[in-house]
């Protein structure tokens, strides 16, 4: 089966820094997306990784292990208008255009 | 480029009734695809498109159907309006860069009631 586990809500402190988790298990894989979704919003682009290792942008990071169908994007020096749901969602390697969703973690920043 | 647009922004149907949803993208992307996202359920792909004249489904395609005749529209279309189908909606582009990666725009999105 295809499954991607999120933790559902991370309370943070503005300032600090966050890593919100994502597991997935799929019958095949081509690379993982991470989104920024704002209440009422559209989800945004954050990354998508391919290949293992840590890839930078700025005040976020995106990491991925193939191996270990595991995830994390990490947030530093957390702003208040960081507080929105991270969503996780992989590629399927027979179709890499067809998404599997994470159900998104809620992300507080709390002054 | 105005990037990925949808309108309605919010809509009210009567169970019975039809619509369709407008999506138009403004960057060439060859890959269009339409999601709808419920309270814990997070997103579901409903139909996707690899380029104009060429459809599919996705997990939840009934009670939509789709055409893409041209590479800048993707209209989803609700047969038969039921209340299940209250949720909101979202288009979507996409396209590859060289490198073997993509990335993936969404429009602002459709909020539908359906009573």
């Known amino acids: 089966g295809q499954n991607i586990d999120q933790p559902t809500e991370m309370t943070a402190t503005e300032g600090a820094i966050v890593q919100i988790n994502c597991t997935y298990q799929t019958s095949g894989f081509n690379g993982l997306f991470w989104y920024q979704q704002h209440a009422g919003e559209a989800p945004t682009f954050l990354s998508y990784n391919v290949l293992d290792g840590l890839e930078e942008k700025g005040r976020f990071s995106s990491f991925l292990s193939r191996s270990k169908g595991y995830s994390y994007l990490l947030l530093k020096e957390l702003q208040m208008k960081d507080s929105a749901s991270y969503l996780c969602a992989v590629t399927n390697a027979g179709n890499n255009r067809k998404l599997i969703w994470g159900l998104g973690t809620s992300l507080a920043v709390n002054p | 480029n105005a990037g990925v647009t949808q309108t309605p922004k919010f809509q009210v149907l009567k169970t019975g009734q039809s619509m369709t949803l407008q999506c138009a993208q403004d960057m060439n992307h060859e890959y269009m695809s339409w999601y709808r996202q419920d309270p814990g359920m997070g997103l579901r792909l409903i139909h996707y498109s690899v380029g104009a004249g060429i459809t599919d489904q996705g997990e939840v395609p009934n009670g939509y159907n789709v055409s893409r005749s041209t590479t800048e529209d993707f209209p989803l279309r609700l047969l038969s309006a039921a209340p299940s189908q209250t949720s909101v909606y979202f288009c979507?582009?996409?396209?590859?860069?060289?490198?073997?990666?993509?990335?993936?725009?969404f429009g602002p999105g459709t909020r539908l009631t359906v009573t």
């Open positions: 979507a582009s996409s396209w590859a860069r060289g490198d073997g990666t993509y990335e993936q725009y």
